[in-house]
C-alpha cells in the first residue's frame, strides 16, 4: 500500500489563481480529511468527508472547496488563491469515523501565494 | 468544544537526558488524548493515544504519557532521548461524541543534541 499521498509537494501561485491539491488513498477508508498547518496554530480542520458524495466543513472553510467522488480521491480546490492560505496542507485518512480508528496522514503540500 | 494547550514551543535537551513535553487540555465532556509526531519533511504519523482503561500509555518508542483527570493534562515522557526523536510533537483532544474531529496543540519542537 502506499497510503495516503498529497500532489504536489510544492506549489506557488498568485494571488486569484485557480488550483487542486489532490490526494489520493488505497486503503479503502471511508474518512478522509484536510488540515493546514501553520507556525504557532498547529493543525486546523478544513474540510472532512465520511464517505463517497458527503462532505462536510471543518473549522477553517472558507476559501476552499471539496469533493467526494469516489473513496480514494479527495481533492481539495482554493478558487480564488490568497496569501492568507500560504500553508501546508496535510490530508488524513482513517478506517472510519469512531475514536479508535487511526488516522493516517500524508506527506503534505507546501503552498505559498504570492 | 475542545482546546489544547502546548506552552513549550521548543525544548531542547541532550542526547540520553530526560524530557517532559507538556500538554493541557479543556473540555466540558470526556476526552480521549493523542500525541502525533511529525519528523522534518513528513507527515504526523500517531505516537500514542489514551481512550481509556490505564491512565498510564506508552509508545513502541519508549515514550509514555499519563492521563490526569484532574490536572487536565496528558504530558509526554521519554526518560532518555536520542538524536532521532528530534521532531514536532502534536498533542490532540478529542471530545467523546463518537465523530473523530481532533482539535491539535500548537505543537513542541523537540531539539536533541550530542
Known amino acids: 500500500n502506499a497510503g495516503v499521498t498529497q500532489t504536489p509537494k510544492f506549489q506557488v501561485l498568485k494571488t486569484g489563481q485557480s488550483m487542486t491539491l489532490q490526494c489520493a488513498q488505497d486503503?479503502?477508508?471511508?474518512?478522509m480529511s484536510w488540515y493546514r498547518q501553520d507556525p504557532g496554530m498547529g493543525l486546523r480542520l478544513i474540510h472532512y468527508?465520511?464517505?463517497?458524495?458527503?462532505?462536510d466543513q471543518g473549522e477553517v472553510p472558507n476559501g476552499y472547496n471539496v469533493s467526494r467522488s469516489t473513496t480514494e480521491d479527495f481533492p481539495l480546490r482554493l478558487l480564488s488563491a490568497a496569501p492568507s492560505q500560504t500553508s501546508v496542507y496535510f490530508c488524513?485518512?482513517?478506517?472510519?469515523?469512531?475514536?479508535?480508528?487511526?488516522?493516517?496522514f500524508g506527506p503534505g503540500t507546501r503552498l505559498t501565494v504570492l | 468544544a475542545q482546546s489544547v494547550t502546548q506552552l513549550d514551543s521548543q525544548v531542547p535537551v541532550f542526547e540520553e537526558a530526560p524530557v517532559e513535553l507538556r500538554c493541557n487540555y479543556s473540555?466540558?465532556?470526556?476526552?480521549?488524548l493523542f500525541w502525533y509526531v511529525q519528523y522534518p519533511n513528513q507527515g504526523l504519523q500517531l505516537l500514542l493515544k489514551?481512550?481509556?482503561?490505564?491512565?498510564l500509555v506508552e509508545s513502541i518508542n519508549g515514550f509514555e504519557a499519563e492521563f490526569n483527570k484532574s490536572q487536565t493534562s496528558f504530558h509526554l515522557r521519554k526518560p532518555s532521548v536520542h538524536i532521532s526523536d528530534t521532531a514536532e510533537y502534536f498533542c490532540?483532544?478529542?471530545?467523546?461524541?463518537?465523530?473523530?474531529?481532533?482539535?491539535f496543540g500548537t505543537g513542541t519542537r523537540l531539539l536533541v543534541s550530542p
Open positions: 489514551y481512550l481509556s482503561g490505564s491512565t
Open positions: 473540555s466540558s465532556v470526556s476526552v480521549y
Open positions: 468527508s465520511v464517505g463517497a458524495g458527503i462532505t
Open positions: 490532540a483532544v478529542q471530545g467523546n461524541t463518537g465523530f473523530q474531529k481532533l482539535v
Open positions: 486503503m479503502n477508508h471511508e474518512y
Open positions: 488524513a485518512s482513517s478506517p472510519g469515523q469512531g475514536i479508535t480508528d487511526t488516522q493516517y
